[in-house]
């Protein structure tokens, strides 16, 4: 039995003014296929967890454009949360509720906000997840890392497992969430690692085993919510429970201590994965790692460019002139204009952080 989690929370600050509080990252479309990332993450998870088999945790303020993306999601199967508490309560949570619901049930975390183009590659990898899960690890799946990206966690890969079903399992020596630059750069070097793709599948009472060793605090505020959850005290204990919760990052909570005490495995992945998480990134995918080139992302996007490269999204129907600019950013939305280069894309964080300070 698999159930699929779907923590669609966090806001995606480096790719303001599109990524708003109001209609995060995954509420959008950035490969121009016409559908949200939010959207592409349930298609491409169907197939091996049924419509009724997703779960999907994220603010209260989102129900009504979940459900407009997510028309199948049952009513049992959204989670909202009063206000976010990062990842190890978002996925905890929903992994808690399940596990009440189908005892030992296994459960496979995967992000909101990720543009994965290989569906069937993307399966053949959950399923030998799923088939380590069964034989009792904490399971993720590994990426083969491009560059020293200090955004994301690194795994060390063990010896191999001989497992059924799983031809490309390893133990996880250790676990690093989100090294220096300088740990990044060496771990790259080395061959050894590869980068977190950000997905978790494990038996649900294992996962919250862990938590329960790591952060007892949160793994008993978790199992109360849920004994509560699917009867009429739901929304009194939430109320009295989740502010209370511990905020951490399930990478911190799960993965690096299972990693330590030699519970968790990874599943080498080999489908093209990106996380685009700033504007030269999706540069680089819109344009197919073709440098040189403009890519425009908007429905009805009216650009003219004369010797100029970069990306453009726009939300208006406003024309859009450039003349020989280079790897330029433009981001054109009705209340706010960025104008940046694709060298300073990661700086567009301290603009969302400015504004939050200004009020
Ligand atoms: N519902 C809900 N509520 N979801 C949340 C919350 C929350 O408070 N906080 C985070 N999430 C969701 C995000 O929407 C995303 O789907 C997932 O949890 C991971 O959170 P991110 O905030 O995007 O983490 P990250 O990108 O910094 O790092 C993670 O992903 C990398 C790959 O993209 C880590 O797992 C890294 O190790 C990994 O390499
Ligand atoms: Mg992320």
Not at 15 to 31: C, G, M, Q, V
Not at 104 to 133: P, Y
Not at 160 to 169: C, K, M, N, V
Request: hydrophobic share 45%; charged share 20%.
């Amino acid at each position: 039995d698999f159930h699929a989690i779907i923590p669609a929370g966090g806001v995606g600050s480096r790719l303001w003014p599109l990524s708003r509080a109001e209609a995060p990252k995954f509420l959008h479309d950035l490969t121009g296929s016409g559908e949200t990332l939010l959207r592409d993450t349930w298609n491409r998870i169907l197939p091996l967890a049924g419509a009724a088999g997703v779960m999907v945790v994220t603010g209260r303020a989102h129900r009504t454009a979940v459900q407009q993306q997510l028309p199948e999601l049952a009513e049992v199967n959204i989670v909202l949360e009063s206000e976010p508490k990062d990842s190890s309560a978002a996925i905890g949570l929903a992994a808690a509720i399940l596990n009440r619901r189908h005892p030992g049930v296994i459960v496979g975390s995967f992000a909101a906000d990720h543009v994965i183009t290989d569906g069937e590659r993307f399966r053949q990898a959950v399923e030998e997840a799923v088939a380590v899960a069964r034989s009792g690890y904490i399971t993720t799946i590994g990426i083969a890392p491009s560059e020293p990206s200090v955004g994301f966690g690194y795994i060390r890969c063990g010896a191999p497992l001989a497992i059924e079903g799983a031809s490309h399992a390893h133990l996880v020596d250790s676990f690093v969430e989100k090294p220096d630059l300088a740990t990044a750069t060496a771990y790259l070097a080395s061959g050894d690692y590869l980068w977190n793709a950000g997905m978790f599948i494990a038996r649900a009472d294992q996962l919250l085993a862990q938590l329960a060793e790591t952060e007892p605090l949160l793994h008993e505020g978790l199992l109360e919510i849920a004994a509560a959850w699917d009867t009429s005290k739901r929304d009194i204990v939430v109320d009295a429970v989740w502010p209370l919760l511990p905020k951490i990052a399930i990478d911190y909570s799960v993965a690096e201590p299972a990693a330590a005490a030699g519970r968790l495995a990874v599943v080498r992945g080999d489908f093209p994965w990106d996380d685009v998480g700033d504007f030269s990134s999706l540069a680089k995918l819109l344009s197919g790692g073709r440098s040189g080139d403009l890519a425009i992302l908007g429905e009805g996007a009216r650009v003219l460019s004369d010797a100029s490269s970069g990306v453009v999204v726009t939300q208006s129907k406003r024309l859009i002139s450039l003349i020989g600019v280079t790897d330029i950013v433009v981001v054109d939305t009705p209340d706010a204009l960025l104008v940046t280069t694709r060298e300073h894309a990661q700086r567009v964080k301290s603009v969302v952080d400015a504004i939050k300070q200004a009020g």
